[in-house]
Every structure is written in structure tokens, then in C-alpha cells.
């Protein structure tokens, strides 16, 4: 594995009794970047994320992160690794204000259980590192505000934000812009450009305008293989992905930019 690559995975296989979800995938996600898993619906790029989480188990193959194999290990020792992970659907508690839901992240970054028996105000402490991780959302005007009131696009800022309170070193994001209006997809387009400025992401994205402006490399799977792999300019052109995309719903592989 080379050292510039953060996350390699070696013929990883999933099947589930004999439909094989994922079919031997060699990914090499390069430290740094912003890596997109794309695919026509049911290619298998969140089953693949489900591996890589260890939210499933594999049937074969490897995944090594930092050059280490963590194919055997729990979700929980993933996660302390520093792999993040944010889902399709909102994570975030709907009543808790916007700065608490980031407390609540920082809190469990800590590692310590949610002390119930102590007053509120002995996690003031955590006050300044979640209002800084809210300005680099742009949520910082939001924190006293209800979750619950806050529009569908900014509260997957605010998911980000509680994912970068974990501190990750490879953040995954799931669909991130899934069910948003043009606005709300041109704001979480370029808050994950900011945060991927001094960490890797890997995403699965069904929205191709905003794969082709901010990935550095796509991974195209189809039936649960790679199909195809490389930059956007590359990856659009080839007929074998674009016979892919022909007749789903993703027809806008070449006009996307």
C-alpha cells in the first residue's frame, strides 16, 4: 500500500446468499482528496460503505486504512481510527439546539458517557471548539436556534458539523445532497470542498454537477463492480459508463458541468 494512499480495499466481496452485493473492489482512496463512489441505483455503493464501516461484514477481501488491515475490527475501533461516517438521512437530534447537537459530538469524542448527573454548564467547556466547528459550517448565526426549524439543507451542514467534531481523518459522507434544492446543493457542495481542504472524503453521489466539480477521482461501480476509475473528464467519456447511466436516472453524466 503506498504511503500516499489513506484507504485501500483488496477484493472486497459481499454476498448475501448468493446475491453478490459487492464484487471484488480494489479502491485506493489517496489521502488528501475527495474520492466519489458513483453508480447506477443498485450498484452497491452503500453496501460498499457499510463494509468499509464495518456496519457489515465482508465475505472476502482486505481494507487497510493508514497501511494497517482493519478488515477483523468493530465499528467502534473503526470509528476511533478516524473513520467518520455521516448517513443518507439526517443524524442529528431534532430538538437539541444546533450548539448542542455539536456538544453532544464533542462530548462523545471524549469518550466519556453523557453525564447525566452533572449540571449542564460543565460542558460549557466544549462551548468554543463546537462554535468554531459551526463557523466552519457556516451554522455559527444558528447555534441558539431548534433544530427541528432549521431548513433540510442545513441541517446536513449541521450533520458535517457533528462529523468533524469526531475529528475524522477520512470523513465518508452518504449521499450528502440527496432530496435538496439547487441552493442547498450549491452550499454543501462548497462546505465539502472547505472541510476537504486538510482531510480526505469519500463519498457515494447520485448528483453528477457536483461529482464533476469537486472530485479528484471517481470510482464508477455497476452491479457491485468497478466499472470504471479515474478523474471526471475521463470517467464521463467512457462508453462503458455511459451505457451504464443510459436509461437510469442519472442521464446527465455528460452536461453536468
Keep these: 500500500m503506498s504511503a500516499d494512499h489513506i484507504l485501500e480495499t483488496r477484493k472486497l466481496t459481499k454476498d448475501f446468499k448468493g446475491f453478490v452485493a459487492v464484487n471484488q473492489v480494489d479502491l485506493q482512496v489517496r489521502r488528501g482528496t475527495i474520492h466519489a463512489l458513483i453508480g447506477p441505483n443498485g450498484a452497491g455503493k452503500t453496501t460498499c460503505f457499510n463494509l468499509l464501516t464495518k456496519f457489515i461484514t465482508p465475505s472476502s477481501g482486505q481494507?487497510?486504512?493508514?497501511?494497517?488491515?482493519?478488515?477483523?475490527?468493530?465499528?467502534?475501533?473503526?470509528?476511533?481510527?478516524?473513520?467518520?461516517?455521516?448517513?443518507?438521512?439526517?443524524?442529528?437530534?431534532?430538538?437539541?439546539?444546533?450548539?448542542?447537537?455539536?456538544?453532544?459530538?464533542?462530548?462523545?469524542?471524549?469518550?466519556?458517557s453523557f453525564h447525566f448527573w452533572r449540571s449542564e454548564s460543565s460542558l460549557d467547556s466544549l462551548n468554543e471548539r463546537a462554535m468554531e466547528l459551526l463557523r466552519e459550517v457556516d451554522l455559527e448565526s444558528y447555534a441558539p436556534s431548534v433544530t427541528v426549524e432549521l431548513s433540510y439543507g442545513r441541517k446536513r451542514a449541521?450533520?458535517?458539523?457533528?462529523?468533524?467534531?469526531?475529528?475524522?481523518?477520512?470523513?465518508?459522507?452518504?449521499?450528502?445532497?440527496?432530496?435538496?434544492?439547487?441552493?442547498?446543493?450549491?452550499?454543501?457542495?462548497?462546505?465539502?470542498?472547505?472541510?476537504?481542504?486538510?482531510?480526505?472524503?469519500?463519498?457515494?453521489?447520485?448528483?453528477?454537477?457536483?461529482?464533476?466539480?469537486?472530485?479528484?477521482?471517481?470510482?464508477?461501480?455497476?452491479?457491485?463492480?468497478?466499472?470504471?476509475?479515474?478523474?471526471?473528464?475521463?470517467?464521463?467519456?467512457?462508453?462503458?459508463?455511459?451505457?451504464?447511466?443510459?436509461?437510469?436516472?442519472?442521464?446527465?453524466?455528460?452536461?453536468?458541468?
Design 63 to 112: 481494507i487497510l486504512f493508514n497501511g494497517q488491515d482493519i478488515t477483523g475490527e468493530a465499528p467502534a475501533r473503526i470509528a476511533r481510527r478516524g473513520i467518520i461516517r455521516s448517513f443518507q438521512i439526517s443524524a442529528v437530534f431534532p430538538h437539541l439546539t444546533v450548539l448542542e447537537n455539536v456538544r453532544v459530538a464533542l462530548q462523545r469524542k471524549l469518550g466519556t
Design 158 to 257: 449541521l450533520e458535517i458539523a457533528t462529523t468533524l467534531a469526531m475529528d475524522p481523518e477520512l470523513m465518508l459522507l452518504d449521499e450528502p445532497t440527496q432530496g435538496m434544492g439547487l441552493e442547498d446543493v450549491d452550499r454543501i457542495r462548497q462546505l465539502i470542498k472547505k472541510v476537504a481542504a486538510n482531510r480526505t472524503v469519500l463519498m457515494v453521489e447520485h448528483n453528477m454537477s457536483v461529482v464533476s466539480s469537486i472530485a479528484d477521482t471517481i470510482t464508477v461501480l455497476q452491479r457491485g463492480a468497478t466499472l470504471a476509475e479515474g478523474p471526471y473528464a475521463e470517467v464521463s467519456k467512457n462508453p462503458a459508463v455511459i451505457e451504464a447511466y443510459m436509461g437510469s436516472a442519472n442521464t446527465e453524466l455528460q452536461g453536468a458541468h
